[in-house]
Nanobody, 117 residues
Framework: QVQLVESGGGLVQPGGSLRLSCTAS????????MSWYRQRPGSQREWVAS????????RYEDSVKDRFVISRDNAKKMVYLQMNALKPEDTAVYYC??????????WGQGTQVTVSS
């Protein structure tokens, strides 16, 4: 199974920025479209952003569009999420996984992002 390890979360004030990182163990990483997801307190996990395998195309959930940027480095098997202009409602545990990952797929431990003054 693919091992996913997310990092970079923390406590940040509203309006601040964080950069999340995710490393994947799969030898097929460069051929896999990847996504970031988040699970807010009391809610189900939701999709946040996706990037195609070669990095040419990105998609974002409406509430993060123009604030978050997804990117990847296939040589390092890494995917990133640059989060700017953070809001309290962005508080969540953030996960990376393949695009369209299901609940019964393998997931990492996630990284906690808390936006609070």
């Amino acid at each position: 199974q693919v091992q996913l390890v997310e990092s970079g979360g923390g406590l940040v004030q509203p309006g601040g920025s964080l950069r999340l990182s995710c490393t994947a163990s799969s030898s097929l990483f460069s051929s896999i479209d990847m996504s970031w997801y988040r699970q807010r307190p009391g809610s189900q996990r939701e999709w946040v952003a996706s990037i195609t395998s070669g990095g040419a195309f990105e998609r974002y959930e409406d509430s993060v569009k123009d604030r978050f940027v997804i990117s990847r480095d296939n040589a390092k098997k890494m995917v990133y999420l640059q989060m700017n202009a953070l809001k309290p409602e962005d508080t969540a545990v953030y996960y990376c996984n393949k695009r369209g990952a299901r609940a019964d797929d393998n997931w990492g431990q996630g990284t906690q992002v808390t936006v609070s003054s």
